[in-house]
């Protein structure tokens, strides 16, 4: 047996059965190996243009110079933090987030994903407001762990596990009436995806965020803003909520804050928020949350991406990936549904789920990352490091091509 083979059975006996199948069944049967900037390779010596981006972790690429250095360094210093004497790190990436976010958003506690990031948000919220409910939207993704969950909008991964959380409230996203009708004085906060990422790709209508500020406004109701996926420069701002100028109580981060070098999670919030923690600073605690070497890459990769002018080279390169996707669209009605997004954050929805199945693949045996959105499995999505270039642009543009034509030349039918 080779390597990949291997690797496989090993994966499948002793992790995870089902994923192993599905693995093979769309072409990854083979062993990561090697990544540097866009690029994978797999223990077969295949090369790949990331296009699924680790889902929003790799927005500067793998293995970004500056992220790696910045963490040998660390490493070489102090991994861990003593969690007993000053952590210069951890005081750093706060200072950062400060400044870079927008609006009056202050003090940051660190953790080591996205979920926990909400998790701490949600909790926040409660014990700011005094208030227990929360509104979320339909078909949201906010991570796994019980708040998370309850908070995200798809049934499947969530009725196996009730009871969930109470307090929870479900609206359709972009529908401000539904808002305006859920929210009331019970309410601590509404929680939303400026845009959602694992829902298929949706951008609401540019009236949506700044009215749900509004109606938050109007009931002292907190807005946690979850730029997870949307933050540091995936949807062509900082910030997706920089789009429609607007400004939450509270921002959840996680995914590219880790420079795609280190796992961490944050959540940022003003000082008027902040204020409930003031006389409890140990209430909400986390071990492993702000390390030294977590921070240390957060704070390269903050600043890569604001110097590298990343957030604007996403807007201009998703344009030119939209245009493409459009086209493709329009060759093929019968099976593309639909391009849309924002910046680098894309989703070509397929007008049955069941293509994915035939057009996956084929882009895997291109040379290209394909993967579907978690709650939406009828949508590709297209998430590469905003370090791309025009030229792998392309190929991702060829490589795509060629697989809708081969689905429709097979006759692939739904
Ligand atoms: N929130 C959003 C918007 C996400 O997209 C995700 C993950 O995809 C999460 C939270 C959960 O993050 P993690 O998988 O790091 O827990």
Redesign the pocket.
């Known amino acids: 047996m080779g390597i990949s083979e291997e690797t496989l059975e090993k994966f499948g006996r002793y992790h995870n059965p089902s994923l192993a199948r599905l693995l093979k069944f769309t072409g990854y049967a083979a062993v990561e190996e090697y990544a540097e900037g866009v690029r994978i390779t797999d223990s077969e010596g295949r090369t790949f243009i990331d296009c699924g981006g680790g889902?929003?972790v790799f927005s500067l690429g793998h293995r970004h110079p500056r992220v790696v250095q910045a963490v040998k360094d660390q490493l070489d210093r102090m991994p861990m933090s003593s969690k007993v004497l000053i952590n210069k790190q951890l005081a750093d990436l706060a200072e950062r987030l400060a400044q870079v976010t927008p609006g009056d958003l202050q003090y940051s506690f660190f953790c080591n994903?996205?979920?926990?990031?909400?998790e701490g948000a949600l909790k926040l919220a409660r014990l700011a407001t005094g208030r227990t409910r929360i509104v979320a939207a339909e078909n949201a993704?906010?991570?796994?762990?019980f708040g998370?969950m309850s908070a995200s909008g798809r049934d499947i991964y969530k009725e196996p596990f009730q009871p969930l959380v109470p307090g929870f409230d479900h609206v359709p996203f972009g529908d401000t009436a539904a808002m305006a009708a859920a929210v009331n004085d019970d309410t601590a906060a509404v929680i939303l995806?400026p845009v959602q990422?694992?829902g298929g790709v949706v951008v609401p209508p540019d009236d949506y965020l700044p009215a749900v500020r509004r109606i938050c406004d109007e009931h002292g109701v907190l807005l946690i803003l979850?730029?997870?996926?949307?933050g540091l420069g995936r949807t062509g701002r900082l910030f997706a909520c920089e789009h429609w100028d607007v400004v939450p109580d509270i921002m959840?981060m996680?995914?590219a804050l880790g420079g795609g070098v280190m796992?961490i999670?944050a959540f940022t919030a003003s000082a008027a928020v902040w204020k409930c923690l003031s006389t409890r600073p140990l209430i909400h605690t986390s071990t492993f949350g702000g390390n030294q070497l977590a921070c240390a890459a957060g704070i390269a990769a903050v600043d890569a991406i604001v110097e590298e002018r990343l957030p604007e080279r996403a807007a201009v390169l998703g344009e030119r990936m939209m245009a493409g996707l459009e086209e493709l669209r329009l060759r093929y009605p019968d099976i593309i549904k639909e391009v849309r997004g924002k910046g680098l954050l894309i989703g070509l929805e397929l007008t049955d789920p069941g293509y994915g199945g035939y057009i996956i693949p084929e882009m895997v045996k291109g040379g290209v990352t394909a993967v579907y959105t978690?709650n939406n499995p009828g949508v590709i999505r297209f998430e590469p490091p905003l370090v791309i270039t025009e030229e792998d642009i392309d190929t991702v543009l060829r490589v795509t091509g060629d697989a809708v034509a081969r689905a429709a030349g097979a006759g692939v039918n739904m």
Do not use: C, I, M, R
Not at 113 to 118: I, K, L, M, Q
Not at 141 to 145: A, I, M, N, S
């Open positions: 889902y929003g994903s996205g979920t926990e990031a909400v993704f906010h991570g796994k762990t998370g995806e990422g694992e979850d730029e997870v996926q949307t959840t996680a995914k796992p999670g978690l």
